[in-house]
């Protein structure tokens, strides 16, 4: 694939990429990189410390300053702003600009703004005007000013309470060893019991067990991997919402009520967020705490899932 360059536009750089398009009043730098396969559309400015990845499309009207850097099969809207500088002063030039990352995969809406500083995670999307305030977790989509997690892609979502109301004990999972448990009730006009006993709806006898309650509505929990640790999750009070990700497949599980629990397998990316303000989720875990039992980096998941294939 040759390279086009408009003839109205101004590319001073010699990195461009095999099969890239370059559009009218398009103005590249001399220090820019940018990958094959691209199409760079009208109007778009880019800077010197800049680093565009293959297959990126950039629409009209985008300013890529020094530090932004798009990985591969990255989209980015008409007008999407981005910065570099938390505490701009005119003719004062930090001694670095802050970088800012769009993972593979990632889509910037029209008009969204980007802090500096901040990482848009792989396959994350951010949504027209959001103005994002700080970094975007992998495969999440945020909207609104200041930008908030609204869902993540390629989600199948299950509502815990149809769900309860099949006869199964067990309902399964598309996402690998992911299962959602009803746990023994009983209700009468002294009140209402849970409980499940380990080996039964527990599937591991637990070695230490937290409360997660309070949790401001825009804030989001998990995102994290354990390596050999399983856990269990019960909405004892309220709802929340619990995402499970085997690295190919997702689900999101609302979980509402005590009597439903959702067995998370070891290596599997959990995450839990849009907490109702009176939540209280209980988490049951098979092993002590190690902290070098965490996987804490989504990258690096799917990394450790690629190398045990």
Not at 177 to 183: D, Y
Not at 259 to 268: A, E, R, S, T
Request: aromatic letters at 8%.
């Amino acid at each position: 694939m040759t390279t086009h360059i408009h003839p109205q536009a101004l590319c001073e750089s010699t990195h461009i990429g095999s099969g890239t398009r370059i559009w009218a009043f398009a103005h590249v730098l001399p220090g820019a990189r940018i990958g094959a396969d691209c199409n760079i559309c009208d109007g778009v400015f880019i800077e010197n410390d800049v680093i565009v990845g293959d297959r990126v499309t950039v629409k009209c009207g985008v300013q890529l300053w020094d530090g932004v850097r798009l990985d591969d099969d990255v989209f980015v809207g008409p007008n999407a702003t981005f910065s570099n500088d938390r505490f701009p002063r005119s003719r004062q030039r930090p001694a670095a600009f802050l970088e800012t990352r769009v993972q593979r995969g990632a889509s910037i809406g029209a008009n969204a703004t980007l802090l500096p500083g901040i990482t848009v995670g792989a396959g994350a999307m951010v949504g027209a005007g959001a103005v994002v305030l700080r970094s975007v977790p992998a495969n999440a989509i945020v909207v609104g000013n200041p930008a908030r997690i609204v869902g993540y892609t390629h989600t199948d979502e299950v509502a815990v309470a149809a769900e309860a109301a099949a006869t199964s004990a067990l309902a399964p999972s598309r996402v690998r060893g992911v299962e959602l448990r009803r746990l023994t009730q009983a209700i009468d006009m002294r009140g209402s019991l849970v409980a499940c006993e380990a080996g039964q709806e527990l599937p591991f006898v637990p070695q230490r067990c937290f409360l997660v309650y309070a949790v401001p509505s825009a804030e989001v929990r998990g995102e994290h991997a354990h390596r050999t640790c399983a856990q269990f999750l019960v909405c004892v009070h309220g709802q929340v919402s619990a995402l499970v990700d085997d690295g190919q497949q997702r689900a999101e599980y609302r979980l509402d009520r005590p009597d439903i629990g959702l067995y998370v397998p070891p290596m599997i990316w959990g995450t839990q967020y849009r907490y109702s303000a009176d939540a209280v989720l209980l988490v049951l875990a098979a092993r002590p705490y190690d902290a070098g039992d965490y996987i804490r980096d989504y990258a690096q998941f799917k990394a450790l899932l690629a190398s045990a294939d």
